[in-house]
T-cell receptor
């Protein structure tokens, strides 16, 4: 079974440009999460989708970040325009919904974004 | 708000020896979950072990075990018989019990991580 996959694995862009990160969750997982780790700091929650709906987007840093999950399958996270402080590793995770918390969240490898 | 503190940015251990990674957290919640995740170099982050706060018994998964001290808000990870493949970044994480219409919410609060190197 394929795990959570993220594209690209690395991205280097100039300040002011736009970048779109993609996450393909495990098939059948309704829950999809985005997290970000800025170098040397904690991994921080960005947002949570349940199918195509945003359940919680309290961690989104500002309106330069736009996440979508059309059709409830893969998700994209667009940063426009990118700033230097957006550099970091962006993780995606997915989990099943069994109505109880014995499920596990599975993480992708992350996308390393460098804004220069 | 919850916070998770990992006070050891880096640790090293000799192969076959035992190492303990520390984690403390701060919360006013009574029902919550604690996790240790492992991220090997250039690979996915995977769940190592989880602990439900209402369980007094410490969780164990093969060579990995935790020392959960709820009153002290401490959740250390012990790795026995360390292997070269244990070399990774280890993250401690907290999750409060949030019931949503989706049934679960893995809104995790992570520590900064501890880089563990197992030496041959």
């Amino acid at each position: 079974e394929a795990g959570v996959t993220q594209f690209p694995s690395h991205s280097v862009i100039e300040k002011g440009q736009t970048v779109t990160l993609r996450c393909d969750p495990i098939s059948g997982h309704d829950n999809l999460y985005w997290y970000r780790r800025v170098m040397g700091k904690e991994i921080k929650f960005l947002l949570h989708f349940v199918k195509e709906s945003k359940q919680d987007e309290s961690g989104m840093p500002n309106n330069r970040f736009l996440a979508e999950r059309t059709g409830g399958t893969y998700s994209t996270l667009k940063v426009q325009p990118a700033e230097l402080e957006d550099s970091g590793v962006y993780f995606c995770a997915s989990s099943q919904d069994l109505g109880q918390l014995n499920t596990e969240a599975f993480f992708g490898q992350g996308t390393r974004l460098t804004v220069v | 708000a919850q916070t998770v503190t990992q006070s050891q940015p880096e640790m090293s251990v000799q192969e076959a020896e035992t190492v303990t990674l520390s984690c403390t957290y701060d919360t006013s919640e009574n029902n919550y979950y604690l996790f240790w995740y492992k991220q090997p170099p250039s690979r996915q982050m995977i769940l190592v072990i989880r602990q439900e706060a209402y369980k007094q018994q410490n969780a164990t998964e093969n060579r990995f075990s935790v020392n959960f001290q709820k009153a002290a808000k401490s959740f250390s990870l012990k790795i026995s018989d360390s292997q070269l493949g244990d070399t990774a970044m280890y993250f401690c994480a907290f999750m409060k019990h949030v019931k949503t219409r989706g049934g679960s919410n893995y809104k995790l609060t992570f520590g900064k991580g501890t880089l563990l190197t197992v030496n041959p």
